[in-house]
């Protein structure tokens, strides 16, 4: 069995136990709690990613990880093994810091070569594994160059090579792409996904931006104020959110306040104000109160002009409303139309671009019916 | 460049400033010395020959000129008692700053690790000394070092020594003063360029596997390197050229180029002679400066 072999074999046997358990972790600032009794689980090999907005205590969960912020609360094993007296220098894990950390004294080789020196590699081996991290990240023929001569991107580059190089058992990624140019990004998160296969790493990686998380995650944990607020999927978190909160943070959403008014048969009648009755699917989870909101992504929304029928195969139940295009954005890929409806309410609505010809666009000002599946709609409470 | 567009601007006018005052107060008062030093001593005043004085006219001027002569110098290179007083300033500077360096350094890197608020407190500690005349000092150290002074008297009474220690006019209390008297010189440029190490850098270094010790000797040492050769010369070209540290607190058996200086002015009157000693010094101590400019440039290019 081939080194690599054995880490794959490895990785499959453990997979279902947690290589990382954060258990109840505290990390208060003075006063504020910037991580706040956070439990979380993440598996042998996964790829785990954190949202959540700026000051939300990402970084600080990341660092405890790394072992540069001592908790003040909880354990964090690794392993089954409390790794909270495990000084950053002996744990099997790395970090790419979020303002690259380079050694400005050394090269780029050097900077890359710094880690795998201190696991006291043989000389070939280094150089061999150098060269292969500097083609991951596109940098062939920049490692004699300082730091200082680098654009912001490569420098971001070097970071991330200079953290995978010791193929650490988890890696900690903090905004590692937030420099990169679309393309380079594209590519960088495709290679990170490849080496994180083929390795067996875990990774968990902070980033702000949600297609990346979803593209790239397996699960991904959203934080607010120190606590996670959710965890799961990308697609239990787009179609599936446990909050009002997460609704609104992750992707674009209508949000329609209402109260329940009727329930049976897996339908329910919410009575809103700005868009009269919606019925939507009755919620797995029970709702706390009858004060609750409707909430329907802006793609599931679908537009049909005035004066033209119903849509004859739409199912019964179907929501529509009728009112006035009040704003386009042409995005290439979509179209987002603003639709002012009679009630009141503004619904978004993303149209993909599905032909060319634009006979099938709406203008402002031009009369809609919107219609959306009770089964696409959320309810939530408010 | 025409001289209208070398001032053309303010900018302009403000970088002239610096060559203004090396011309001033720098060049002009060297050129004095560089012609004394080519004249002879005599009897008179001044006390030295050729004088050049305009109001003689040209060819007074031209016989002048013709009278100056390099015999300070081979004097200079041909007498052992100068030779050994360049020789011995040079080892004592460089014993003196290889002190400082070991003590300066470690005080210095405390300092960067201080919680922020206590920062400047420390950097006021070091700078206190300054507000007391430097000679006060000196002389304070002749008190502590005397041979009923406060030191022997520690020592007596910690049972170190059984007599009093000689420390009087030795290299040993003569180190004590330069050391003393230079450290600030020292901590200060070090301090500078370690308070500016990125702590992140601190924590890559650790993330990556280095030890504290690796830490220190692969990312703290050589980014503080600019501090070191800041500090280093700051100490070494004054130590080397100082006069009233040695003068006071070493015996009399071989002296610094500073106190054969003042030897040559006031007890000899020899002021070409000395003139010469102060050319020399000058000379030999543009060549750290010049390795330091070379080293710092090469820094800053890079390997471009
Ligand atoms: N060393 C520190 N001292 C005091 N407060 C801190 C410190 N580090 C972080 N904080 C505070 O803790 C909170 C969480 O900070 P953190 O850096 O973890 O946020 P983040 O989620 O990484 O944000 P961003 O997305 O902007 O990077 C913030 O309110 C921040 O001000
Ligand atoms: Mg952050």
């Known amino acids: 069995m081939t080194d690599e072999e054995r880490r794959d074999f490895e990785a499959t046997a453990q997979a279902d136990k947690p290589l990382l358990q954060v258990d109840a972790v505290v990390r208060r600032f003075g006063e504020v709690s910037a991580v706040d009794h956070l439990s979380l689980d993440i598996r042998t090999g996964e790829f785990f990613a954190l949202l959540g907005p700026s000051g939300c205590g990402k970084t600080t969960l990341l660092r405890m990880l790394g072992g540069f912020e001592t908790p003040d609360g909880g354990r964090i094993l690794l392993d089954g093994q409390d790794i909270s007296g495990v000084p950053p220098h002996r744990r099997p894990v790395n970090m790419m810091f979020q303002n690259y950390a380079l050694f400005p004294h050394l090269s780029v080789r050097d900077n890359i070569a710094f880690g795998l020196r201190r696991a006291g590699l043989p000389r070939a081996g280094i150089e061999a594994r150098v060269t292969e991290m500097l083609a991951l990240v596109s940098l062939d023929g920049m490692e004699k160059r300082k730091p200082e001569q680098l654009s912001g991107g490569q420098r971001q580059r070097v970071a991330l090579a200079r953290a995978l190089a010791r193929r650490p058992r988890l890696l900690l990624l903090d905004e590692p792409m937030a420099a990169l140019d679309k393309k380079l990004r594209e590519n960088t998160q495709a290679e990170l996904m490849r080496l994180q296969r083929r390795l067996g790493m875990t990774f968990i990686i902070v980033t702000h931006d949600q297609e990346e998380a979803m593209m790239m995650a397996d699960r991904i944990g959203v934080m607010n104020a120190g606590r996670l607020q959710q965890v799961a999927t990308p697609r239990q978190l787009y179609e599936a959110p446990n909050s009002r909160w997460i609704a609104e943070f992750v992707g674009g959403i209508n949000i329609i306040d209402g109260a329940v008014e009727s329930s049976g048969r897996g339908r329910m009648s919410v009575a809103t104000q700005s868009a009269g009755p919606v019925t939507v699917a009755t919620p797995l989870q029970a709702l706390t109160t009858d004060q609750v909101c409707v909430a329907i992504r802006p793609e599931k929304v679908r537009l049909s002009s005035g004066e033209a029928a119903p849509d004859a195969g739409d199912a019964a139940g179907t929501n529509r409303m009728e009112g006035v295009i009040a704003g386009v954005s042409y995005l290439g890929g979509q179209t987002r139309y603003q639709v002012r409806l009679d009630r009141g309410a503004l619904l978004h609505a993303s149209v993909a671009n599905t032909v060319r010809r634009e006979a099938e666009a709406f203008e402002t000002a031009q009369r809609v019916v919107a219609c959306f599946a009770p089964d696409d709609c959320m309810v939530l409470d408010r | 460049m025409s001289g209208r567009r070398l001032f053309a601007t303010p900018a302009r006018r ?31 005043q001044p006390p030295y020959l050729p004088v050049f004085d305009p109001a003689e006219g040209i060819a007074a ?34 014993v003196s700053t290889s002190i400082l360096l070991a003590i300066g350094y470690p005080i210095a890197y405390g300092m960067s690790r201080l919680p922020a608020r206590w920062q400047p407190i420390a950097m006021i500690l070091v700078i206190v000394p300054f507000w007391t005349s430097f000679l006060v000092r000196v002389y304070a150290w002749i008190n502590i070092l005397q041979h009923d002074g406060i030191l022997n008297n520690v020592l007596m009474a910690l049972r170190l020594v059984s007599a009093p220690v000689v420390w009087l006019s030795t290299d040993a209390a003569m180190y004590i003063g330069l050391v003393y ?5 020292m901590i200060l440029p070090l301090y500078a360029t370690l308070a500016k190490i990125d702590p992140a850098l601190l924590e890559a270094s650790a993330d990556l596997g280095g030890s504290r010790l690796t830490t220190f000797w692969l990312v703290t040492v050589p980014l503080s390197l600019p501090g070191i050769g800041a500090g280093a010369l700051l100490c070494f070209i004054p130590i080397v050229g100082e006069f009233v540290i040695p003068d006071l607190l070493a015996g009399s058996a071989s002296p610094m180029i500073g106190q054969t200086l003042w030897l040559e002015f006031f007890n000899n009157h020899d002021w070409p002679v000395a003139s010469a000693i102060a050319v020399v010094l000058l000379v030999l101590l543009l060549a750290p400066l010049l390795v330091y400019e070379r080293v710092q440039r090469r820094r800053l290019e890079g390997t471009r």
Request: aromatic share 18%; proline share 4%; hydrophobic share 65%.
């Open chain 2, 14 to 44: 403000a970088a002239v400033a610096p060559f203004l005052w090396m011309l001033l107060f720098f060049l002009l008062p060297f050129g004095f010395v560089l012609k004394i030093s080519l004249s002879h001593a005599v009897m008179a």
């Open chain 2, 61 to 94: 001027l031209k016989a002048a000129i013709a009278a100056l002569s390099l015999d300070n110098f081979r004097l200079l290179a041909s007498d052992h008692f100068y030779v050994l007083s360049y020789l011995r300033s040079v080892v004592v500077a460089l």
């Open chain 2, 181 to 185: 008297s230079y450290l600030p010189f």
